[in-house]
């Protein structure tokens, strides 16, 4: 019997893969429990939901009292999305950090040269997207900080070094790794329905070093040996090539819109620090970025945009456009 889910359950499952505090986990996991349609379709993910329910509840206790973080490694989420940096050792996961950041993450040709998860942000325009650079997975090392990491981006590339002949079979062995637990790449973004800890994070091919000589028969090979549904970006993170390509690709995968807040006394809005929202997110959504209490106090705004007339009021539910100035009142 099919779930049917709803557009809120939805959300809240979304919200609760890329949690990165218990809080936010618990919060999701009872909202999500509230929403799911009350079915004998949905007994086992009821089940399944109320069990990581009371787990996530002792784990914040043991925190408290213990005053330990049970969750050892978390990356607060910053600027319009997030994304993680796969690959086997020496696939180039540093080099294309530093190329389309401003971080100076160690770059060297031996193995293991990044020991743990290590956040940059990256510049689109005029918002940032922040990339996590991580240590090598291989057939057999895999940092378990990773899971959590993983499951909370909102992309992850998947690198592969062309500049070697064990590129291929070192590509293999990160989804082999990755395929025995319940943290997975596939070509879009997902938990499983059945089963609340299986998480689907959505997943790029970025084959590196085409530069090289035998890159492109490498490439050849990759494609017949290891043929994946995965979106592909061939690159060279040395030379520069395709960086761009992909700097805007990855900006648009994240789907989110820019909005400009405006202060009622202001001429013109804050073009230095736009808010990103997700595509189809609700003037609401924006508020509460803004301020925690216009969650309940909003009564209406004006905005700016492509899709009104200039300075139209509108309501909380208004979903809002790339590039509306948006002016709030409480
Ligand atoms: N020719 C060429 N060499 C590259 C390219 N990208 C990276 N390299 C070289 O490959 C080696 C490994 O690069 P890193 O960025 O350290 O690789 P990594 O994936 O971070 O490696 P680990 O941290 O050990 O997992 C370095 O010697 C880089 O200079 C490229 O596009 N072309
Ligand atoms: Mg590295």
Known sequence: MPANLTPTYLKAEEEYRRATTLEEELQCLQKMLQEIPKHKGTDHLQADLKSKVSKVKKELAAERSGGKKIRGFRIPRQGAGTVV???GPNAGKSQLVARLTNAAPEVAPYPFTTTTPAPAMMPYEDVAVQLVDTPPITAD????N???VIRAADLALLMVDLGSDDGIEQCQAVLTRLSQGKTRLA???????NDVGLSFTQTFLVPN???LPEAEERLNLLHELLPLDFPEYVI???HGRNLETLRQTIYRSLDVIRVYSKLPSAKEPDRDRPFTLKRGSTLLEMAGQVHKDFLEHLKFARVWGTAVHAGTQVKSDYVLHDKDVVELHM
């Open 85 to 87: 940096i796969l690959g």
């Open 141 to 144: 090392f895999l940092d378990t």
């Open 146 to 148: 990773l899971y959590g």
């Open 187 to 193: 070509a879009k973004s997902y938990l499983d329905e």
């Open 209 to 211: 070093k085409i530069d």
């Open 236 to 238: 060279s993170a040395e």
